[in-house]
């Protein structure tokens, strides 16, 4: 049973560039969470999403990132214009039910290291 | 919103010493979740406290939630080296998934 397939592993942007991130939830798990992780920082939740629908973006900032889970295909995070402060790792997690109330352990991928140029 | 904080940051200690690492949040929680993320990789679930006052052993790692469920402890006896890595401790707010702490590094020297 695969686990959470996150691509590209490293991914290099120069400024003003898009940069699209890549996830596949765990086979059967339909929640998919994309957190950003500083160096020597903790995770900072950004999206929570089901298919086709966006729950919860309130971690998200409001300009340049958005998110989608489609019906078919795995969830994208695309960064618009991308600047030097958007270097992170990118993580996303699945769960298999909703995490309302957080409930659910995540199941993380790998992670995508974005370094912006 | 709600916060977990975490500490120490960091700890360094000689192989065979004890470790603890300790969680507060601002608000009571329905919950607290502890992940591993060894360096360069990515966190792993490791255990799940809901109950108040609530002790969970993992061979040589002891999970505690605190009686109010507004505070967590791990603590893991004679450390070895493959326990270095970061520490996380994580908590619901509201509706909102899985709040993280900045998570406390352990090095371990041998």
Same mark, same amino acid.
């Not at chain 1, 400024?15 to 765990?26: D, F, I, K, T, V």
């Not at chain 1, 993580?91 to 109330?101: D, E, N, R, V």
């Not at chain 2, 009686?67 to 006896?77: D, G, P, Q, R, V």
């Given at each position: 049973?695969?686990?959470?397939?996150?691509?590209?592993?490293?991914?290099?942007?120069?400024?003003?560039?898009?940069?699209?991130?890549?996830?596949?939830?765990?086979?059967?798990h339909s929640h998919v969470y994309w957190y950003r992780q500083l160096p020597e920082e903790g995770l900072k939740f950004m999206v929570y999403l089901q298919k086709e629908n966006?729950?919860?973006? &309130?971690?998200?900032?409001?300009?340049?990132? +958005?998110?989608?889970?489609?019906?078919? $295909?795995?969830?994208? @995070?695309?960064?618009?214009?991308?600047?030097?402060?958007? &270097?992170?790792?990118?993580?996303?997690?699945? +769960?298999?039910?909703?995490?309302?109330? $957080?409930?659910?352990? @995540?199941?993380?991928?790998?992670?995508?290291?974005?370094?912006?140029? | 919103?709600?916060?977990?904080?975490?500490?120490?940051?960091?700890?360094?200690?000689?192989?065979?010493?004890?470790?603890?690492?300790?969680?507060?949040?601002?608000?009571?929680?329905?919950?607290?979740?502890?992940?591993?993320?060894?360096?360069?990789?990515?966190?792993?679930?490791?255990?799940?406290?809901?109950?108040?006052?609530?002790?969970?052993?993992?061979?040589?790692?002891?999970?505690?939630?605190?009686?109010?469920?507004?505070?967590?402890?791990?603590?893991?006896?004679?450390?070895?080296?493959?326990?270095?890595?970061?520490?996380?401790?994580?908590g619901p707010s509201g509706n909102t998934p899985l709040v993280f702490g900045k998570g406390t590094?352990?090095?371990?020297?041998?």
């Amino acid at each position: 049973n695969a686990g959470v397939m996150q691509n590209p592993r490293h991914l290099v942007r120069r400024r003003g560039q898009e940069a699209r991130l890549r996830c596949s939830p765990m086979k059967g798990h339909s929640h998919v969470y994309w957190y950003r992780q500083l160096p020597e920082e903790g995770l900072k939740f950004m999206v929570y999403l089901q298919k086709e629908n966006i729950i919860d973006e &309130s971690g998200m900032p409001k300009e340049r990132f +958005s998110a989608e889970f489609p019906k078919e $295909g795995p969830s994208i @995070l695309r960064i618009q214009q991308v600047v030097r402060g958007d &270097s992170a790792a990118y993580f996303c997690a699945s +769960s298999p039910t909703t995490t309302l109330g $957080g409930n659910e352990k @995540l199941f993380f991928g790998s992670g995508t290291q974005l370094s912006v140029l | 919103g709600q916060q977990v904080m975490q500490i120490p940051q960091y700890q360094h200690v000689q192989e065979g010493e004890d470790f603890t690492t300790y969680c507060n949040s601002s608000t009571t929680l329905s919950n607290i979740q502890w992940y591993k993320q060894r360096p360069g990789g990515h966190p792993v679930f490791l255990i799940q406290l809901v109950k108040s006052g609530e002790v969970k052993k993992q061979k040589r790692l002891t999970f505690q939630f605190g009686e109010a469920k507004k505070n967590s402890s791990l603590h893991i006896t004679a450390t070895q080296t493959t326990d270095v890595g970061t520490y996380f401790c994580a908590g619901p707010s509201g509706n909102t998934p899985l709040v993280f702490g900045k998570g406390t590094r352990l090095s371990v020297i041998a």
